[in-house]
């Protein structure tokens, strides 16, 4: 299983070297809820999603939010106390998925194209002697981790995090070989702000925060007051829950088209083959900082078991928020629990499951010991 960076001791220090990054006010909207609905409505088993919770509670070191999504409607919620629906939480790796629409949307308005070279937009942060391989980087092969680095950039010691990451040695032609890269999507956090004057946060606060009813959220930023890009973004669960439903509505939201059709389409889309086994969902393959899924579906994930999955097929979104070592396990019980109990057509009730998973939600506690 791949982690955020290179080792535990570089994460611990890059998380030390960042600061706090809001963007800037925006007019006060409603927060926007997503409607609300009963599982059978919308076709899914309220005994699916109690023995998903239950499970969960029981076998996720921790758990501590989930949200499904069905035909638009939130048929599930659940938080384990402390945490609750009104507290943001670290998304880690699923940062990544924001910062690519990002990059989709500066691409839509004309400010960059993925086919341009790294060099074009740091001329003067390149290193004395320039590689044929660094100077045929592209902006495309950050968004798929296929940069041309063995291994990520090591910052510790580095004070300008762009200059550092252009001098680190690239062996392997850009666009042919899969490294999971978190310094690649600072870079592309760089470029963003580069071409448009303003941080990833301050982008997309307007043109997808704001739409999305998402007050100003916090995104964390490296000494120079670059977005981390990979990483720092703290959302609410149904927060994210909304940003999967606007990728699963092909980027329309109430009527307005925020994210290109044809961004998501590309995006979401199998890039590279990231060489795993399979069998595995991290051997799906990788689209532009989305993962692809067993079950024909995508998603954007993060350390610890943040999750935003989008299932085209079933018209669903689920969003899980966590603290584990076993991403994959907690995936199992998306697909072996939840999946079986979503049909086509509604269900008649079952209330007396209803009011068993509505008494327990109430009772759901992190257990510190494994937190």
């Not at 702000?193 to 998402?214: A, C, D, H, S």
């Amino acid at each position: 299983m791949r982690t955020c960076f290179g080792s535990p001791a570089f994460f611990l220090l890059l998380v030390m070297m960042s600061v706090p990054c809001f963007a800037q006010p925006a007019p006060p909207s409603d927060s926007q809820p997503l409607p609300r609905s009963t599982p059978e409505s919308q076709g899914v088993s309220s005994a699916a999603i109690l023995d998903f919770v239950k499970t969960a509670d029981r076998d996720v070191h921790s758990i501590h939010s989930f949200m499904l999504l069905r035909h638009g409607h939130v048929v599930a919620e659940a938080w384990w106390k402390p945490e609750s629906a009104d507290t943001p939480h670290i998304l880690w790796s699923l940062s990544k998925s924001f910062t690519s629409t990002a990059v989709g949307l500066a691409v839509e308005e004309g400010k960059l194209s993925i086919d341009d070279p790294i060099l074009k937009f740091f001329p003067k942060d390149a290193p004395g002697t320039v590689s044929e391989n660094l100077k045929s980087m592209r902006v495309r092969d950050l968004l798929t981790m296929t940069a041309g680095h063995d291994n990520e950039v090591n910052l510790r010691e580095e004070s300008d995090w762009i200059k550092a990451f252009l001098a680190h040695p690239v062996p392997h032609a850009p666009g042919s070989h899969f490294q999971y890269n978190t310094p690649a999507t600072f870079m592309l956090s760089a470029i963003v702000q580069k071409v448009t004057g303003q941080t990833v946060v301050e982008y997309l606060q307007p043109r997808l925060f704001t739409p999305l009813g998402i007050q100003p959220p916090r995104w964390d930023a490296n000494p120079q007051g670059i977005s981390l890009g990979g990483y720092g973004l703290y959302l609410k669960t149904e927060e994210i829950a909304k940003f999967g439903q606007l990728y699963l509505q092909q980027g329309n939201w109430q009527g307005k088209q925020l994210i290109p059709a044809q961004w998501i389409a590309q995006a979401t889309a199998k890039q590279v083959s990231t060489g795993r086994d399979t069998t595995l969902d991290w051997g799906q393959g990788y689209g532009f900082q989305f993962w692809r899924c067993r079950h024909d579906a995508y998603r954007g994930d993060g350390k610890d078991g943040q999750f935003c999955i989008v299932l085209p097929e079933l018209d669903a979104v689920i969003a899980i928020t966590s603290k584990t070592r076993d991403l994959q396990a907690e995936l199992n019980l998306v697909w072996e629990i939840l999946l079986p109990g979503m049909h086509d057509k509604p269900l008649p009730e079952n209330n007396p499951a209803t009011t068993e998973l509505s008494q327990i939600v109430q009772t759901l506690t992190v257990d510190s010991t494994r937190d």
